[in-house]
């Protein structure tokens, strides 16, 4: 079955620090790649997404992932957080050969301490 | 805020018993893709659904029904309740046919069986 590892349940900095949350998938062909954004009490929002091209995308509040084929991985990124930032992180995964639903990682949870 | 909305916001239920949860999706999408949030998981795929019929359907059991209307609004069904049902359930939409679907989520329905 196909999956969705993050490395990381949980994540705890200080406002500044740089930020890289892992995320792996297993192989099952051709991808597309998402990082949802749950913050407290709000809904799943959607940070970026990858269909192809630049393996390098940028989202909203700064964030930014990179696609790394070979490696099946696409690691989330933010050089400078802030306690806004606070917040569950989830990745997901389309498999193109199994539809257009989504698999979902575990989540990290990102604590920033003002 | 995406646009899709959810009701009602919470419920409580007892095992045994049949639950209706509703959505309506992002004006201008046709699609509806529902997932089970359990506490400190990843959202897990229940079924989508794509002019009015089930188009993909992840591991739950058949208790688990749902419709799409053709105002493109949809609902969950769950009969005969178990106590593990109690989570998080999202509603997500999106545009089918672009070939770059990307699913935006409601706020969701927490539901909790006793």
């Known amino acids: 079955a196909q999956s969705v590892s993050q490395h990381n349940h949980h994540v705890i900095l200080s406002e500044a620090a740089s930020l890289e949350l892992g995320c792996n998938y297993s192989?099952?062909?051709?991808?597309?790649l998402f990082w949802y954004v749950q913050y407290p009490g709000q809904h799943l929002q959607l940070l970026l997404k990858y269909f192809s091209g630049d393996p390098l995308v940028k989202g909203i509040k700064g964030f930014e992932a990179e696609f790394i084929k070979s490696k099946f991985s696409f690691n989330l990124r933010k050089p400078s957080v802030q306690w806004s930032d606070t917040a569950e992180y989830f990745c997901?995964?389309?498999?193109?050969?199994?539809?257009?639903?989504?698999?979902f990682g575990g989540g990290t949870r990102v604590l920033v301490k003002p | 805020e995406t646009g899709v909305t959810q009701s009602p916001t919470h419920l409580i239920k007892t095992r045994g018993q049949q639950v209706t949860l509703r959505c309506s999706s992002q004006s201008g999408h046709n699609t509806v893709s529902w997932y089970q949030q359990a506490l400190g998981q990843g959202p897990q795929f229940i079924f989508q659904?794509?002019?009015?019929?089930?188009?993909g359907r992840g591991n739950f059991p058949p208790r688990f029904s749902g419709l799409q209307f053709p105002n493109y609004s949809s609902e969950l069904n769950v009969n005969a309740l178990e106590l593990d049902d109690s989570a998080l359930y999202l509603c997500?939409?999106?545009?089918?046919?672009?070939?770059?679907?990307?699913?935006?989520f409601g706020p969701g329905t927490r539901l909790l069986v006793l």
């Open positions: 997901a995964v389309n498999w193109k050969a199994a539809g257009n639903k989504l698999t």
């Open positions: 997500a939409s999106s545009l089918k046919g672009q070939g770059q679907e990307t699913q935006y």
């Open positions: 192989y099952g062909g051709t991808v597309n």
């Open positions: 659904y794509y002019r009015e019929e089930e188009n």
